[in-house]
């Protein structure tokens, strides 16, 4: 079986790269014709802390991906998932499977084109970073988790599990919803540190005062998912239980779940967001419009309020036509809307 990895970024270019090195069948479908061609002809370079390793690999752009696609690792940015699945939807095998290697709620917008039978929940809070055509960067160690959308255990995941494991170790829940939803809740909190050219420890350590808006921006995303059922579960270097406390006024909770953030990226390579990498270095849009746009329209049919996520976003938006620069005063900014 070919294991079609569709968005050969930093994400799916390390994901590919190492299932080929370990004798899988891989297939990397990437719209960067520049990097198709590098990687074609040079294969995928891999730098981390063990050291840079060249990886020979295939690939394609969408164009040329055939018909009677098997298995779609999707790694593409959750704003460009919908122009993926006009490509991928039609080749889909009629026992394929799709499985979300993305930030986001994309789960709810595959299983809607491919149907919830051939979609595959994943949390992926490893790290990476596009460098240039045909080489990235690894930026340290995370959870890797997946499951069925509905709970139940399947042969499918399991199998998958073990595939994944030459990626990063892999874990199968009964709730993969509440780990998806998780990263995306505790992502607003990371999109917040991409407004200024600073670390991402350097953020959450700064004062008290931001450290409560980061606690606040986060609950206020936390009561969407809940809102929706989700049972939100801990993961890495987050637990949805200390943000609820810092919110009630608990400061032990808030330095812990400040500290805890700290912590991981400090031993992290990558010590930046990509959001902040698109603003800063590649000088284009982010996926912060569609990853908390996505959420600000779930809340609005609950009726609920987001104003310091909404503000976020607008500031975000603002970076990225030039209309501000990163700045302490645009944590000022969120901080005086919490």
């Known amino acids: 079986m070919t294991l079609t990895v569709y968005g050969a ?23 960067a014709e520049d990097h198709v061609t590098a990687m074609n002809a040079r294969g995928l370079t891999i730098e981390s802390r063990d050291g840079v390793v060249t990886i020979p690999v ?14 779609v690792l999707l ?28 930030n986001g709620l994309n789960e709810a917008l595959i299983a809607a084109a491919v149907g919830e039978s051939r979609t595959v929940g994943c949390l992926v809070n490893w790290a990476a970073d596009w460098q240039a055509p045909g080489r990235i960067l690894h930026g340290g160690g995370g959870a890797l988790v997946l499951g069925e959308l509905d709970g139940r255990s399947s042969e499918r995941v399991q199998r998958l599990a073990k595939l994944l494991e030459v990626v990063a170790p892999t874990r199968v829940s009964d709730n993969i919803l509440g780990y998806t939803w998780a990263k995306h809740v ?33 609950v206020e995303n936390m009561r969407v998912a809940e809102r929706a059922g989700i049972r939100l579960e801990a993961f890495d270097e987050y637990d949805p239980a200390d943000y609820r406390a810092a919110a009630r006024g608990d400061e032990a909770a808030r330095e812990r779940a400040m500290a805890s953030i700290a912590r991981h990226y400090r031993a992290a390579t ?3 967001t990509g959001i902040w990498r698109d603003l800063a270095v ?22 609920l ?23 302490w005063t645009n944590l000022d900014d969120l901080v005086r809307a919490s």
């Open 75 to 102: 790694a593409v940015k959750s704003q460009d998932t919908p122009a993926a699945l006009e490509v991928l939807t039609p080749r889909l095998a009629r026992d394929g499977a799709i499985v979300s290697l993305q």
């Open 58 to 71: 295939r690939a394609i752009t969408p164009a040329g991906l055939g018909p009677e696609v098997d298995l």
């Open 282 to 303: 590649r000088k284009r849009k982010t996926e912060v419009g569609a990853l908390l746009g996505a959420t600000v329209a779930k809340a609005r049919t609950y009726g």
């Open 186 to 218: 505790y992502g607003a909190l990371l999109v917040a540190t991409a407004v200024v050219d600073a670390h991402v420890y350097e953020v959450v350590e700064r004062s008290p005062e931001i450290q409560t808006m980061l606690v606040a921006l986060t």
């Open 270 to 272: 990558k010590t930046k």
């Open 9 to 31: 970024g930093a994400i799916g270019g390390i994901t590919g790269a190492r299932l080929a090195r370990a004798g899988h069948d891989v297939l990397l479908v990437d719209k």
């Open 305 to 327: 309020a987001m104003p310091l996520t909404e503000r976020l976003i607008a500031l975000i938006e603002d970076l990225e036509t030039g209309r501000r620069q990163m700045s």
